[in-house]
């Protein structure tokens, strides 16, 4: 969800700051996004899953070219970011993918008196073995 704020406060921002210097087409991609990873926090397994493909996808774009089809704009820094998350999302899913496996419960005894009940110590009888 964290990583869906973050699309979108950026997505904002690109419309108010130069400095950021995302497309249009970019920006609104982030705020998609972004409302996505918000608006469907149970999904987060296959939400984190696709931020860290498509982030490493635009990451080795990136590698060769500098504008996606006029749509993404890729300059070096975007690109480091783009691969940041994606490796990160992709972490993160396998983490959740792996973690999510519950330990089996452990054994119980039905009808068995507990140990050192009434009885006393480890002899049966008085406290302390004794008879």
Known sequence: ???GWVLIVVGILNFFFESIKLL???????IVAGFLGVALPKMHKGYTMWVGIVGVLLAVVGLFTKDLFGII????WITIVHAVLGILGLIVWAGAKGGMKSAPAAP????????????????????????
């Open 1 to 3: 969800m964290i990583v």
């Open 73 to 76: 704009n890729l300059p070096i």
């Open 24 to 30: 249009p087409a970019h920006a609104v991609f982030h």
């Open 108 to 131: 119980t005894m039905p009808n068995m008196p507990p140990s050192g009940g009434s009885m006393g110590g480890p002899m049966g009888g008085q406290p302390g073995g004794q008879m």
